[in-house]
């Protein structure tokens, strides 16, 4: 069995995390360089840094907190945001980001994950994708949820897959901050569509999803949570305790 990873992650707004519910009512949490420290020095895998309006507002990603967050921290860090280009790329890995997430930039122009894998390796890149039911189907959302692209989710992570993303982040705009559950039934159609890293995201609530999680889809490789972690509602050292008592492996 795969070690699992349990990556928090950093939703940015004007240099602050933020939270909301269905990526909409944001409100203020913390530093990111706060956050980002405390995570590293307390049992995180990985961390990811959003920069969430980046792509709405047609706007570089803000390196400033990114290069203080990078430098506080021993963990790897997934970096996304108005990643358009490959010159976006470079700068972001040059700030101290170990992989990009690109997920609107590469909606506009998806020869962009093939061009960053062949530069930089598929292992540094990472496709995210927003993903909403609509009409029963699984559609692709851009600038931050707020655009239905009318794609087929599973059919462009597959793409994705083939073109060199090395990694795919599946963001479920259903369950956001609902704090209800992962969305097993979308997480299990990517997670059989594709044979590269999948990281689940949008739901957790509480510990028992992460074991619901990782029990109902074996395969997958991570649970990616927020307001959890950010609200102290679940340590990561608790929960990764109660994982490996489920017989779930971890890094402890």
């Excluded at 989710?153 to 073109?163: D, F, L, V, Y």
């Excluded at 999803?209 to 340590?235: K, M, Q, T």
Aim: with cysteine; glycine share 10%; net charge negative.
């Amino acid at each position: 069995m795969i070690t699992k990873r349990i990556i928090p992650c950093l939703d940015v707004k004007n240099g602050r995390v933020v939270k909301g519910v269905k990526f909409e009512g944001l409100s203020d949490v913390s530093s990111p360089v706060e956050l980002g420290k405390y995570y590293s020095e307390n049992g995180a895998d990985e961390l990811v840094f959003y920069d969430i309006t980046a792509s709405f507002e047609e706007r570089q990603l803000f390196t400033d907190i990114l290069k203080e967050v990078a430098s506080t921290i021993f963990i790897p860090l997934t970096v996304g945001g108005g990643i358009n280009t490959i010159e976006d790329f470079d700068r972001v890995l040059k700030c101290g980001a170990d992989k990009v997430s690109v997920n609107s930039g590469a909606i506009r122009n998806p020869a962009l994950i093939g061009e960053a894998a062949k530069k930089y390796g598929d292992q540094c890149v990472v496709l995210s994708v927003d993903v909403k039911r609509v009409d029963g189907a699984y559609h692709v959302f851009a600038k931050g949820g707020r655009e239905d692209t009318g794609l087929d989710a599973i059919e462009w992570i597959k793409r994705g897959e083939a073109a060199g993303a090395g990694e795919i982040v599946v963001n479920s705009i259903d369950t956001d901050g609902v704090k209800e559950g992962f969305d097993i039934e979308m997480l299990k159609a990517v997670n059989e569509a594709v044979s590269v890293p999948v990281i689940a995201s949008g739901g957790a609530g509480c510990i028992q999803d992460f074991i619901d999680l990782f029990r109902e889809i074996p395969d997958i490789d991570a649970g990616l949570a927020a307001s959890i972690f950010h609200f102290g509602e679940v340590s990561i050292d608790e929960l990764k305790a109660a994982l490996a008592a489920e017989g779930i492996h971890v890094r402890r």
